[in-house]
């Protein structure tokens, strides 16, 4: 296949280009830079079946040759970026969305949507599955990354209806791993970047809210395996082994080593209670759920932070 990935230069759209390239595909990785990072693709220059496009896919986007598949992964995904880029955030789920689509529809390509476990909000079912329409403050700080995300579900499926689009939505639930910004304001490069640094780690309220870790590369098989399966509506992709972020903050500081304890702020605004996704669908479609744990992964991240932080 030739496919474009959005947001080709981030976390997971990196990992996506490396994936799509070990299994003999050619990658066009499509990307503004706004959050995302050239050091995150610099191992691909050169490679004969990887191109990377600096462009803002807000504004028309031209591919010469055919497209088999577009994955759309551009989007600020951290409360601090899209906190900070509130606009940007709507505008490329927005906007991006409506031309990622429209090139898929030109190309006659099989169209994939990074989507999120934001849209559920603060959920009030517990554990999310597809069928959950969600909690979501619109006019809240979070709300430009949730409702971005909606629409974005929305027109993906507007397309799938109105157009007879090949399309697919993945709902991604916290996802960490190598490549992660020590500034990202997520809640694993913050603890990790912190115990690294001998200082205490931010719990916000009491810590009992809490998240459902999943290591990037389970992340990326999930969405390897959804682009190939034949199902339009929405499918959670995460781990559904759930933690409160206390719990999970005495794990970093027991894997690094950090004595410095924890130190606890105010709750930001809107920040969801718990969070942890059913992947009934996930293993049934895809024959998928995650396969290295949390000690594991969470060892390769800390050591890859070291050389960030060395570097």
Same mark, same amino acid.
């Given at each position: 296949?030739?496919?474009?990935?959005?947001?080709?230069? +981030?976390?997971?759209?990196?990992?996506?280009?490396?994936?799509?390239?070990?299994?003999? /595909?050619?990658?066009?990785? &499509?990307?503004?830079?706004?959050?995302?990072?050239?050091?995150?693709?610099?191992?691909?220059?050169?490679?004969?079946?990887?191109?990377?496009?600096?462009?803002? @896919?807000?504004?028309?986007? !031209?591919?010469?040759?055919?497209?088999?598949?577009?994955?759309?992964? %551009?989007?600020?995904?951290?409360?601090?970026?899209?906190?900070?880029?509130?606009?940007?955030?709507?505008?490329?789920?927005?906007? +991006?969305?409506?031309?990622?689509?429209?090139?898929?529809?030109?190309?006659?390509?099989?169209?994939?949507?990074?989507?999120?476990?934001?849209? !559920?909000?603060?959920?009030?079912? /517990?554990?999310? %599955? =597809?069928?959950?329409?969600?909690?979501?403050?619109?006019? +809240?700080?979070?709300?430009?990354?949730?409702?971005?995300?909606?629409?974005? =579900?929305?027109?993906?499926?507007?397309?799938?209806?109105? /157009?007879?689009?090949?399309?697919?939505?993945?709902?991604?639930?916290? $996802?960490?791993?190598?490549? &992660?910004?020590?500034?990202?304001?997520?809640?694993?490069?913050?603890?990790?970047?912190?115990?690294?640094?001998?200082?205490?780690? $931010?719990?916000?309220? #009491?810590?009992?809210?809490?998240?459902?870790?999943?290591?990037?590369?389970?992340?990326?098989? +999930?969405?390897?395996?959804?682009?190939?399966?034949?199902?339009?509506?929405? @499918?959670?992709?995460?781990?559904?082994? =759930?933690?409160?972020?206390?719990?999970?903050?005495? @794990? @970093?500081?027991?894997?690094?080593?950090?004595?410095?304890?924890?130190?606890?702020?105010?709750?930001?605004?809107?920040?969801?209670?718990?969070?942890?996704?059913?992947?009934?669908?996930?293993?049934?479609?895809?024959?998928? =759920?995650?396969?290295? #744990?949390?000690?594991?992964?969470?060892?390769?991240?800390?050591?890859?932070?070291?050389?960030?932080?060395?570097?």
């Amino acid at each position: 296949m030739r496919v474009l990935i959005t947001g080709g230069a +981030g976390f997971l759209g990196s990992h996506l280009c490396d994936r799509f390239l070990s299994e003999g /595909h050619q990658v066009i990785a &499509m990307d503004n830079l706004i959050t995302g990072a050239v050091r995150n693709i610099e191992h691909l220059a050169g490679h004969d079946r990887f191109r990377f496009i600096k462009h803002d @896919v807000t504004e028309y986007i !031209y591919i010469d040759g055919p497209v088999d598949a577009v994955l759309h992964f %551009a989007s600020p995904a951290s409360p601090i970026d899209y906190l900070q880029l509130p606009i940007q955030t709507l505008k490329v789920g927005a906007l +991006g969305t409506h031309k990622a689509l429209g090139l898929a529809r030109n190309k006659g390509a099989r169209f994939l949507l990074a989507s999120t476990s934001e849209v !559920y909000g603060d959920p009030l079912e /517990h554990p999310q %599955a =597809e069928d959950y329409w969600g909690n979501v403050n619109p006019i +809240g700080p979070r709300g430009v990354y949730d409702e971005a995300k909606r629409f974005a =579900e929305a027109l993906t499926m507007a397309y799938h209806r109105s /157009h007879g689009l090949d399309t697919r939505i993945a709902r991604i639930f916290n $996802t960490y791993g190598p490549r &992660m910004r020590l500034d990202d304001g997520r809640v694993v490069p913050n603890f990790v970047g912190q115990a690294l640094r001998g200082e205490p780690l $931010t719990v916000h309220g #009491d810590g009992s809210q809490t998240r459902s870790f999943c290591f990037y590369a389970d992340l990326i098989e +999930g969405i390897y395996r959804l682009l190939q399966a034949e199902y339009a509506l929405p @499918v959670n992709l995460g781990n559904p082994t =759930e933690m409160s972020i206390l719990e999970f903050a005495h @794990v @970093v500081n027991r894997l690094v080593g950090n004595q410095a304890g924890i130190a606890h702020q105010p709750l930001p605004a809107d920040d969801p209670k718990v969070r942890q996704p059913d992947i009934s669908r996930a293993r049934q479609l895809l024959g998928w =759920e995650p396969q290295v #744990d949390l000690q594991d992964g969470l060892q390769r991240t800390i050591a890859w932070f070291r050389t960030v932080l060395s570097g």
